[in-house]
C-alpha cells in the first residue's frame, strides 16, 4: 500500500510542477511572440538562437540570424546560405520544465533540490545551445544527413544529458537514497 502512496505522491507532484509550469511558459509565449501583422518569436528563442550564432562564429563559421517572415523561427544562416530554423521547440524551455518536474517529484532538501535545478537548467540550455550550433555545421557540411542529425543523434544527446542528470539526482540527492 505504501508503494501505491510514493506513486501517487510522485505523480501528482510531477504533473502538478509541470502542467504549472507549462501554464506559466505558455502565457510567457502569448505574451512574447507576435503572429499578426508579422512574425516575432519570443525574447528566449531569439536568445538562443542569438547564441548559437556567436558559438558559430567562435567556431569560424560567418553566421547571423534573420526572424523568418512566414514563420516564428529565427534562420541560422552560414556564408550567406540560410541553413537552419530555430523554432520554439528548439530552446530547450520544454524540456527544462520536464527536467525540474521530474527533480521536484523527487525532492531533496530545499537548497540542494534548488541549486540542483538551477544548475541542471543551465547546463540543459548550454549544451541545447552547443547542440544547435554544432547540427547547424553538420547540415553546412552534410546537407545529406539532416534526418540522421536532426532527427535522431541530436535529440539523444540533449535527451540523453537530461536523463543523466535524473540519474544522478535520484542516486546522489533524493529522499529515495
Same mark, same amino acid.
Given at each position: 500500500m505504501?508503494?501505491? &502512496?510514493t #506513486?501517487?505522491?510522485?505523480? #501528482?507532484?510531477?504533473? *502538478?510542477?509541470?502542467a ?8 510567457y509565449?502569448n505574451?512574447?511572440? !507576435?503572429t ?6 519570443a525574447p528566449?528563442? &531569439? !536568445? $538562443? =538562437?542569438n547564441?548559437?550564432?556567436? +558559438?558559430?562564429? #567562435?567556431? *569560424?563559421?560567418?553566421?547571423?540570424? &534573420? ?5 516564428l ?7 550567406d546560405k540560410?541553413?537552419?530554423?530555430? $523554432? ?8 527544462i520544465?520536464l ?5 521536484v517529484?523527487? =525532492?531533496g532538501?530545499?537548497?540542494t !533540490? ?5 544548475? *541542471?537548467?543551465?547546463?540543459?540550455f548550454f549544451?541545447?545551445?552547443l547542440?544547435?550550433?554544432v ?7 552534410y546537407?545529406q544527413?539532416?534526418? @540522421?542529425?536532426?532527427?535522431? @543523434? ?5 535527451? *540523453?544529458v537530461?536523463? +543523466?542528470? %535524473?540519474?544522478? %539526482? $535520484?542516486v546522489?540527492?533524493? &529522499? +529515495?537514497?
Amino acid at each position: 500500500m505504501q508503494s501505491n &502512496k510514493t #506513486v501517487i505522491i510522485f505523480l #501528482v507532484k510531477f504533473f *502538478g510542477t509541470y502542467a504549472l509550469l507549462f501554464l506559466i511558459y505558455s502565457f510567457y509565449l502569448n505574451a512574447t511572440q !507576435t503572429t499578426s501583422d508579422y512574425y516575432s518569436c519570443a525574447p528566449i528563442t &531569439k !536568445t $538562443v =538562437a542569438n547564441q548559437s550564432k556567436t +558559438l558559430l562564429n #567562435v567556431f *569560424g563559421y560567418t553566421s547571423e540570424i &534573420k526572424q523568418s517572415e512566414s514563420e516564428l523561427s529565427m534562420r541560422l544562416i552560414i556564408n550567406d546560405k540560410d541553413i537552419a530554423r530555430v $523554432v520554439e521547440g528548439c530552446n530547450s524551455i520544454s524540456i527544462i520544465i520536464l527536467f525540474i518536474a521530474f527533480i521536484v517529484s523527487f =525532492a531533496g532538501k530545499f537548497k540542494t !533540490t534548488f541549486l540542483y535545478i538551477i544548475f *541542471g537548467s543551465f547546463l540543459i540550455f548550454f549544451i541545447n545551445v552547443l547542440r544547435i550550433s554544432v547540427i547547424t555545421i553538420a547540415l553546412y557540411e552534410y546537407p545529406q544527413y539532416e534526418y @540522421i542529425f536532426h532527427d535522431i @543523434i541530436f535529440p539523444a544527446i540533449i535527451y *540523453g544529458v537530461t536523463f +543523466l542528470l %535524473w540519474v544522478i %539526482w $535520484v542516486v546522489k540527492f533524493s &529522499k +529515495l537514497r
